[in-house]
């Protein structure tokens, strides 16, 4: 039985992961985001049960406006995780472009080469 061909980079590619400084920011962002949405639910609680010793208070259910921080906080830390497995690599077939969804290749080629260089004003230039 012969081995399929892998759909994917040579393993001596070169690999560039584009987004791992935003993911982490997006993680510890996020993370922290939803802490103080959960701070801002139990404060909201505490004020409106009266569970602080003083009368129960309406007053306490505007936390809970506050705790849409934690929501926002949710969906920066999953942005944060789908941007981890960016990355791109470059071997004799192309350029490859993985994300989250899968990886694709543009492959190389001497017209596609010679009008990049054109359009940057090299001697193929007319």
């Known amino acids: 039985m012969s081995a399929s061909p ?3 980079p040579a393993p001596t590619a070169t690999v560039i992961h584009t987004a791992q400084r935003v993911a982490r920011q997006g993680f510890v962002l996020g993370g922290v985001f939803m802490v ?5 639910v139990v404060l909201a ?3 409106t049960a009266g569970l602080n ?9 505007v936390a809970l406006l506050f705790a849409t921080i934690g929501y926002s906080g ?3 830390f999953r942005s944060a995780l789908a941007l981890r497995p960016m990355a791109v690599s470059v071997d004799e077939t192309g350029l490859w472009l993985r994300n989250s969804a899968g990886q694709n290749v543009k492959t ?3 017209t596609s080469l ?9 001697p193929f230039a007319r």
Do not use: C, E, H, W
């Open 53 to 61: 010793g003083n009368d129960p208070q309406p007053v306490g259910l």
């Open 114 to 122: 010679k009008l990049s260089y054109t359009r940057l004003g090299g």
């Open 45 to 47: 609680v505490i004020i």
């Open 108 to 110: 190389y080629s001497v």
């Open 74 to 76: 949710l969906k920066i």
């Open 6 to 8: 892998t759909y994917g």
């Open 36 to 40: 103080m949405g959960a701070l801002f």
